[in-house]
């Protein structure tokens, strides 16, 4: 049984908007850190964005185009994706780890521990 379900992906234009969700049904997600992570072909994973108790962390090249949120009733994580660009095309992942052990920043290591990972969710951004 998948811990972490993605979804929202799509192919979109240069310009376009994306919002991608992860399902988190089996958590109760307010005590956790969450991370959006993305592994284009050829290139290492990359931390996109986190949030852990109240704070945000967004790696440079998404700054004011990319937005993250979360709804612990609903049990739910959220990516907004504006104005997209040719290079966010990636295969995108949701993380999750206790808040207590992590920081936003900290979160958004690749290499650090996660306690779930999603299955990923494709972005296509192209002409």
């Given at each position: 049984q998948l811990q972490l379900v993605e979804s929202g992906g799509g192919s979109v234009e240069p310009g376009g908007s994306l919002t991608l969700s992860c399902a988190a049904s089996r958590f109760a997600l307010e005590h956790y850190a969450i991370g959006w992570f993305r592994e284009a072909p050829g290139k290492d994973r990359e931390g996109v964005s986190c949030i852990s108790e109240g704070s945000t962390y967004y790696v440079d090249s998404v700054k004011g185009r990319f937005t993250i949120s979360r709804d612990n009733s609903k049990k739910?994580?959220?990516l907004q994706l504006?104005?997209?660009k040719p290079e966010d095309t990636a295969i995108y992942y949701?993380?999750?780890r206790l808040?207590?052990?992590?920081?936003a920043p900290?979160?958004?290591?690749?290499s650090a521990k996660k306690d779930y990972w999603g299955q990923g969710t494709q972005v296509t951004?192209?002409?």
């Open positions: 739910m994580a959220y504006n104005n997209l949701c993380a999750i808040a207590a052990a992590t920081s900290e979160m958004c290591v690749p951004v192209s002409s």
